[in-house]
């Protein structure tokens, strides 16, 4: 309690000083760095606040991260003409993420995208998990990591970054061990979002971490992104049941409509149902896996809007990607600035390991032992294509 009332009181004078200290910044801040400004971003408890952290490099982008679920509030980036505007889907305040929107931004944990049934084995006992996606769980669980209160550590400098840290108990949301994670994002000089994950774990678990920014590259949030040119550099991906588990199959895109070896469209082939795996995902939600399977940090995917010239390549030492084309969308979101979020508003691109991984022994190894480290590395770097 008293912890929390010095809490807020740090808050309130931090909220002060950065009024202070950002007025004072503009006359003694040296070329490279901007500090990043704290506000509060709203009520967690009674007695405690999540922060908005403002993290902001020479070039002009701003990239505003809470502490909450560690998410990415907003995101901006130039387009061809020097224009920065919002290209991330979210929320005015942190009651709109607390009223439960699709992950918008959040950090995902303990484990990101879908096991089937809510249920997997590790070493001869059988963990049951909430099933918050039909008959599956669906990104951690009721709770996952995109509703927690991270400790957020603000690390200045010429290449800003903000560490968030949480531990996960062991038995929280039915998974074992006790997991210590770290995550730290840090933007560029060169209009980077680098995203750093690690964990460790005192009990054998299953771990996978990811963010689930939407994306809209147009700006504005009044358009689809069917317009948007996708590349991903993988030749497989994993077709999924109805109820979007993988069979278990890596098939190759080659002759379908998840051929994005070459740049296309988004919107060219969304709507082919004859293809039974876009009826499924009602468009695109699926996961593909890397041609480059090493712990490397390669490019996975791309992605052009056209008009405004946006261009944003995603790196990644992970093996997959889940490309997911906001299907779920309906308009029944109200986000930032009264935006209505539609059908196929937004796209995420989401790096991790395959879905259902505890379940399929084929799947590369999502499990975490003790005395092992998980450390994955995905950057998404915004530039502009004239
Ligand atoms: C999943 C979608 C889901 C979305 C929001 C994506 O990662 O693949 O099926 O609707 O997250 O929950």
Redesign the pocket.
């Known amino acids: 309690m008293k912890k929390n009332i010095l809490l807020v009181a740090g808050l309130l004078a931090g909220a002060m000083l950065t009024a202070c200290e950002s007025k004072k910044a503009e006359n003694t801040q040296t070329n490279d760095t901007l500090k990043i400004e704290q506000s509060v971003f709203g009520k967690v408890s009674d007695s405690t606040n999540a922060t908005l952290y403002t993290l902001k490099n020479q070039a002009g982008t701003e990239v505003k991260i809470s502490d909450f679920g560690g998410t990415i509030v907003s995101w901006t980036a130039a387009d061809k003409n020097g224009k920065f505007e919002d290209i991330t889907l979210g929320c005015d305040s942190l009651a709109g993420y607390q009223k439960g929107v ?2 918008f931004g959040a950090l995902i944990g303990r484990f ?3 096991i089937a049934n809510g249920q997997f084995q590790l070493d001869g006992t059988t963990y049951t998990l909430a099933k918050n ?1 039909g008959p599956n769980a ?2 951690g669980g009721l709770k996952g990591f995109d509703k927690v209160l991270w400790t957020a550590t603000p690390i200045d400098g010429d290449e800003p970054a903000l560490k968030l840290t949480y531990t996960a108990k062991d038995g929280e949301e039915g998974y074992p061990g006790n997991l210590s994670v770290e995550v730290i994002y840090t933007l560029t000089k060169d209009n980077s979002l680098k995203i750093d994950y690690k964990a460790t774990t005192d009990k054998a678990t299953v771990i996978n971490l990811t963010n ?1 920014a939407y994306f809209n590259l147009k700006g504005g949030f009044n358009s689809d992104i069917l317009d948007h040119e996708v590349t991903l550099n993988a030749d497989k991906f994993l077709p999924v049941s109805k109820t ?1 588990i993988p069979t278990g199959e890596l098939k190759a895109v080659a002759g379908t409509p998840f051929d994005f070896t070459k740049s296309t469209k988004i919107g060219s082939r969304i709507n082919d149902t004859s293809d039974e795996q876009i009826k499924f995902g009602g468009g695109y ?1 699926h996961c593909w896996v890397l041609a480059d399977s090493s712990k490397n940090l390669k490019l996975a995917a791309s992605v052009l809007e056209p008009t405004s010239g946006r261009f944003l390549e995603v790196f990644t030492t992970e093996p997959a990607i ?1 490309f ?1 084309t906001g ?2 969308l309906d308009g029944t979101i109200v986000g930032k600035g009264g935006a209505v979020y539609k059908h196929r508003y937004g796209l ?1 691109l ?1 790096t991790q390991h395959y879905p259902n991984s505890p379940n399929q022994a084929s799947f590369p190894s999502t499990v975490l032992k003790p005395g092992e480290t998980y450390q994955t590395t995905t950057v998404y770097k915004f530039s502009v294509k004239k």
């Open positions: 699709p992950y990101g995208n879908r996606n669906l990104h689930h979007l939600d889940q997911y299907n779920f995420c989401e």
